[in-house]
């Protein structure tokens, strides 16, 4: 799928109100699954400013109105702008005071609403009734400890199951496990409300449309969702996939309108494409960096403590492998093992990884280097390189959990140049997908761009890899670790994954905090230079 065809399908999701066909006074939204992301959705949903405008539902934000100069107070009010103030900016005295006697009397207009406007989101007006409420649940032994999480969130109803959520809600979400997901909308979506809409949000569409169109009544619309991002990643301008896979219009447009306050990009995909672009995307990048923690465990290395990993792209590779490690394994397992595309990529990118270590064994320095440049052209060849690198060294530097040496060290990247292979091999070019891309795909394109978008680099990194003997057992320990992954996705393998996830999680674990906090402000700088 090419960019090309992937822009027309996508909008810019605002937080301008929608036209709806028809009302959405006590639209109920539902989660079933209350980890992570399923929490993000509900305190999002129902932060969000609500309330009805001439009869229709209506997501009405301050800064959408006034250029969004004024994004910061993130209010939820109903107003027209003057013509005399359009296009208006902060550029002066006299254009401040224009916009600061307008507030003025907007505010003697509008007392009741603004009292909390620019301090929070102002929740769903009251005296339209529950215009927008969000009803969710988790495993019943969870039940208790979420209704003193969110006792102080009176928009938010926490239920001891997910048959009382479906019975009460018009949008149900199921945020839960790929792997779990047949056996939840088994159990579930028979109780699912009479003509409600019914999504998922996991990472993996096939099982998901498969359990739906199983269990679920035939009255149900069905629309689902993917945010591509972690749920403690600010959504703004995130992508977010929606799929319109067995719905009416209306009711897709009241998920979008409902979606709407996450303030993602809107892409528009079927299921299938969903799963062919994760696929080509976060299936082998979360390879890799899986096979790099693996390597370090199965050497006992904490990779910021030598010199080798330490500065520039190194970086990267410590803080996103740390922050995959830190996360839930079945969060990248279900992506793996049930995406029914997955199995080619990760097989290839293992396959790469053998077939350039015995290349580098055997000292075969003609076929390597014509390899990865044959590779390289094919990746990046298309691409204009007039512009600026996504990434560049004083940016690369700035977040290490290390001390950098003062003469870096030699490394082949073998990670890297199998990454850009395994892409070369299954006729992938990784831009075509920018618009739905993951931030950790975003950046893993940053640092392979990096490499070999340097000549010079890119050559000293080919001469490395084939005359230099000092890291062989630390390449040997990567291969093993790339291969062990795909024999896991091969044979469809959960226990044996969630073994190897789990034994590394527990190896890198102490120092998860400071990886953390690094690797946040890193994907926020990071992630900030490479939108311009």
């Known amino acids: ?18 036209d709806l066909a ?9 989660i079933i699954g209350m980890g992570d992301m399923g929490k993000m959705y509900a305190k999002r949903l129902s ?6 405008v001439n009869g229709k539902h209506a997501h009405l934000p301050l800064s959408s109105l006034l250029n969004d100069d004024l994004s910061a107070f993130g209010s939820s009010i109903a107003f027209s702008w003057p013509d005399y103030l359009s296009g208006i900016r902060f550029r002066g005295w006299l254009s401040m005071m224009k916009i600061l006697s307008y507030l003025i009397l907007l505010c003697l207009k509008s ?16 005296a339209n009734g529950n215009i927008l409420r969000v ?16 006792a102080d969130r009176k928009q938010i109803k926490i239920f001891p199951n997910g048959h009382l959520v479906s019975r009460a809600s018009d949008y149900i979400i199921y945020n839960v496990e790929a792997a779990l997901i047949g056996k939840v909308v088994a159990e579930y979506g028979p109780s699912t409300k009479h003509n409600a809409i019914v999504g998922g949000q996991t990472s993996c569409k096939a099982p998901e449309i498969e359990a739906f169109e199983k269990y679920l009544p035939e009255d149900v619309d069905i629309v689902c969702c993917h945010s591509l991002h972690g749920p403690h990643l600010d959504p703004r301008g995130q992508p977010l996939v929606i799929i319109k896979h ?3 219009q209306e009711s897709f447009n009241k998920v979008e309108h409902v979606l709407s306050c996450l303030n993602s990009k809107h892409v528009h995909l079927t299921a299938a494409q969903h799963d062919r672009i994760t696929a080509d995307t976060q299936a082998v990048t979360h390879a890799a960096f899986l096979s790099m923690g693996k390597a370090w465990h199965a ?22 492998t740390l922050r995959i490690y830190s996360q839930k394994w079945h969060v990248y397992a279900g992506l793996a093992i049930l995406n029914p595309y997955a199995k080619e990529q990760i097989r290839q990118y293992a396959q790469s990884v053998t077939e350039l270590y015995k290349l580098m064994l055997g000292g075969h320095q003609e076929e390597f280097a014509q390899r990865i440049r044959k590779a390289g052209a094919a990746v990046f060849g298309t691409r204009s390189w007039d512009g600026e690198l996504l990434l560049q060294d004083e940016v690369l530097d700035r977040f290490s959990l290390g001390k950098k040496p003062e003469t870096p060290l030699p490394n082949n990247h073998l990670s890297l140049l199998a990454m850009v292979d395994c892409w070369s091999q299954l006729g992938i070019v990784p831009y075509d997908h920018m618009i739905c891309s993951t931030p950790l795909f975003r950046l893993w394109i940053g640092v392979t761009e990096y490499l070999f978008r340097k000549p010079a680099l890119l050559e000293d990194v080919i001469r490395i890899a084939i005359e230099d003997n000092t890291f062989r057992s630390d390449d040997l320990e990567f291969t093993f670790a790339a291969r062990g992954w795909s024999d896991c996705v091969t044979f469809g393998d959960f226990e044996s994954w969630k073994d190897r996830f789990v034994t590394t999680q527990k190896f890198f674990e102490p120092r998860f905090a400071d990886a953390t906090k690094v690797g946040n402000e890193m994907m926020k700088t990071i992630l900030e230079n490479t939108r311009k």
């Open 1 to 18: 799928f090419s960019v090309d065809i992937l822009k027309h399908q996508s909008t810019k999701a605002t937080m301008a109100s929608h």
């Open 22 to 30: 028809t009302s959405m006074e006590g639209f109920v939204i539902g």
């Open 47 to 52: 932060d969000a400013g609500w309330r009805i």
């Open 111 to 126: 007392i009741p609403h603004l009292s909390k406007a620019f301090l929070e989101n102002i929740g769903p007006t009251q």
């Open 135 to 150: 009803n969710a649940c988790d495993r019943e032994e969870k039940y208790e400890g979420l209704c003193e999480e969110f």
């Open 246 to 248: 067995r719905a009416s």
């Open 299 to 320: 050497n006992a290395q904490f990779p910021w403590e030598i010199a080798r990993y330490v500065g520039g792209i190194e970086n990267v590779k410590i803080n996103l």
